[in-house]
């Protein structure tokens, strides 16, 4: 495939390619969830691992309520049809991306305690809500505090240039935006200001954050039991719906229906 023809979502993969980039600059080697401990977590404050340590207190740890792989195929109204076929196929980009390592495959199993401690930095950080948040209001306002430059913060706010054969996401089955590993606002999934400069990352289940420059916000929502929505959970939509348009007065942040969107 020639760069920056098509594109397709990581699933899993995409933190320990980020984590071998740190590893390889930093003077220490640091692999990226010590990394994001020593340079992110304790500078703000944040209880938020990629990689649970050993002597957590469980009781705080929520349970997350799942479903299994078959279930899917009774939401086709919010999970869309060609992303559940894809997914079902073991040969499928889907299936392969979420699916290795195999574990992770069912969702309750992030649940394990060896699953919790083991470092996948794109799919099971342990923290509480409101330290995404925090962690998403310090990028949002510039990022001071973390060093962030003025040059770094340019790129996150701008999208990158779409693949030449349009939007259409090869693991997703639907077209998505995404910049630097980043969700970027598109039609059927608008998000933040109306300058669709905010960025962020949706997550399996509903779970959702990002941070919205124009407003200087950091959003942030988990949930115990997941849902079926690739994006615009209505948990989820409900609260952000809230805060941008009722609260701070911009755009609604459900689909635009002249697009064709559905939420999914």
Known sequence: MEPGTRH??????????????????????????????DEV???????????LPQDTDRDRVARIHGFRSWEMMLHLR???????????????????????????GTVENFNRPDVQAAEIPAANGVGQVRSIA????????????????????DVLRVAAPP???????????????????????????RFGSESDRAFGTM????????????????????????????WDDPREVALR????????GERPQRPDPASGGSGL
Not at 43 to 51: R, S, V
Not at 170 to 184: A, D, I, Q
Not at 241 to 248: G, H, I, K, Q, S
């Open 41 to 51: 977590a304790t500078p703000l404050g944040l209880d938020f691992h990629f990689g």
């Open 203 to 230: 997550g399996l289940g509903g779970s959702f954050a990002f941070a919205d420059p124009d407003t200087g916000t950091g959003f942030a929502y988990a949930m115990n039991r997941t849902g079926f929505r690739l």
């Open 78 to 104: 919010a999970m869309p049809a060609s992303f559940v076929r894809a997914y079902a196929n073991p040969r499928s980009l889907t299936a392969r991306a979420f699916g290795n390592p195999r574990v992770l």
């Open 163 to 189: 693949p030449t054969n349009g939007l259409f996401d090869e693991v997703l089955r639907v077209e998505t935006r995404f910049s630097l590993g980043y969700v970027k606002p598109f039609p059927a999934f």
């Open 8 to 37: 397709g979502y990581h699933g899993q993969s995409l933190g320990w390619y980020e984590s071998e980039l740190i590893s390889r600059i930093d003077p220490g080697e640091r692999r990226i969830g010590r990394f994001f401990a």
């Open 241 to 248: 719906e809230t805060l941008f348009a009722r609260v701070l």
């Open 134 to 153: 925090k962690l998403y209001g310090e990028v949002a306002t510039g990022g001071a505090a973390l060093g962030l430059t003025d040059a770094t913060m």
